[in-house]
């Protein structure tokens, strides 16, 4: 009897090992086709842009223009971002009407074992490559609130099927809208480091939320 018992246990502590480690290749497998996929988007964003320039002969440069110095600019998107950020965060997290975003967001990170290399790539790539084509480019080309809007409607959260995530989406359209005043008085960089940083801060807020929930 302790002979068969002790096989049992054995058996299903091989079982337990076998469905983790196939779990974990799925997984793993996955993960790798998504950041195939979320690189090849996003580094085609600002050769979009660079194509829609060449077409209407207007320079590319343009979209690199200094209006104000370096360290200014870095200072601007820094501070706007780290404020930005923290302020979606605790929105997302503590107000009821926003908890399908909140939801969304947690289970991502949760079933995709999202870590901070993922999130310091993910808000690296969306903040140089997403800020090119919608500031650098589409904004110089149709205005700041139409290229703005377009940006907020592409993150789907202009949802006429949920009125709150429209309402998170007015929330985003003025965010969006301040980035675009960035571009516009100070330069790029300072939108694409508003924006690398909001979207860090946010990945990794509700990262450490999930850990707290036992998600690692």
Known sequence: MHYKNKKFINQNILFFIK???SNWFLMTKYKNIIYVFVIIAELSLPLLGFFIFLIIKKPFSSVFLMKMNFFVQILYGTVLGICAGFLSAVLVDKIKNFKIIKELVMKIIKEYRINLFDITLISFLA???EEILFRGVLQQLTGLFLSSFIFILLHGYFNPFNLNISIFGL?????SLIIGISF???GILSAIVFHFL?????LYYFKKKSCSYGFK
């Open 171 to 175: 929330f985003m359209y003025i965010l």
């Open 19 to 21: 469905n983790a480690f």
């Open 184 to 186: 516009e008085y100070f």
């Open 198 to 202: 909001y979207d860090f801060i946010v």
């Open 127 to 129: 903040g140089i490559c």
